[in-house]
């Protein structure tokens, strides 16, 4: 879903400004020819999926054709991003970077959430991790994302998107894979799920070259087991994981073995990996990737 709004002229560029005042402003300035730019855009466009409802504005500025704006705001490299709020710029981005991106988005939301109101702490999905980290959800591939043991009533890919939450099916287990685009270090997670019958623990394996059945994850020890209470189940709480080993992942399988009331089916509201591309400059853009300058 795409929910950006293109600019071709210095006037509209103008007119979206004054009418976005009071509210967070993502500008994407970009230029056709880049490669750069391309990459990046469809990735932009998710990103006004995901934060919409959170006050926040997508714009695309075409350089070609803004060029007053261009030159005014000092735009030098395609593509850059500037968050803005009532005309005011708070950050630049140069290159594609969706992590940093992210990042940027996530801070000032919570920051105007803060100044505004200094005790809401309102969970919006995808949230900051640790450290500040951004979650992992840029660099998953759906191709190699699936859930075994999952209804049909809540399908994995919109679980991972933040669309619905999760059930099982014919019993209490379930196997979460989450495969990635490229390698990647996880540093921690969240999960959230009801008191009744959320999961009582987690079994996580890393790099497997296939995907892992139940008659598998009860014979084989995994990478890391956590251990669940009642309180860990509200989102909020962070579980580190051991970075002597969970670096350079391609994957990785969570089993849920059982859930805390021992019922047939277990639910999660959300489950969250946080961490950062091995290769943080290169994104998702590819090491042939390149930022183009514009002249003034």
Do not use: W
């Amino acid at each position: 879903m795409d929910l950006t709004q293109l600019v071709s002229s210095d006037e509209e560029f103008g007119e979206r400004m004054e009418s976005t005042l009071g509210s967070l402003v993502v500008v994407h300035y970009f230029l056709k020819q880049s490669t750069s730019c391309a990459k990046i855009e469809p990735v932009f466009r998710q990103m006004s999926f995901k934060f919409q409802g959170n006050g926040v504005e997508f714009l695309k500025v075409d350089a070609d054709l803004c060029k007053g704006t261009i030159q005014s705001h000092k735009i030098k490299y395609m593509p850059t991003f500037v968050l803005y709020r009532n005309m005011v710029p708070l950050a630049l981005i140069q290159g594609a970077k969706p992590l940093e991106l992210e990042i940027a988005i996530r801070e000032h939301i919570l920051k105007e959430r803060t100044d505004s109101n200094q005790e809401e702490k309102e969970d919006f999905g995808f949230s900051m991790g640790p450290g500040g980290l951004g979650d992992l959800f840029h660099f998953f591939d759906p191709s190699r994302c699936e859930c075994l043991n999952g209804s049909d009533l809540t399908p994995f890919g919109s679980f991972v998107e933040r669309k619905s939450k999760l059930l099982s099916d014919a019993d209490e287990q379930l196997i979460l894979v989450y495969g990635f685009n490229q390698l990647v270090k996880i540093k921690s997670l969240k999960i959230k799920g009801p008191i009744e019958n959320g999961p009582s623990s987690l079994k996580l394996f890393i790099n497997q070259v296939a995907t892992l059945d139940f008659d598998d994850v009860s014979k084989f020890t995994p990478t890391q087991e956590i251990r669940l209470t009642t309180k860990d189940l509200d989102g909020d709480s962070p579980f580190e994981l051991s970075q002597a080993r969970f670096h350079d992942i391609r994957n990785v399988h969570i089993f849920i073995p059982s859930n805390m009331s021992g019922s047939d089916v277990t639910e999660l509201d959300f489950l969250t990996l946080y961490g950062e591309p091995m290769n943080r400059s290169k994104g998702i853009a590819g090491k042939n990737d390149q930022v183009l300058f514009l002249e003034d």
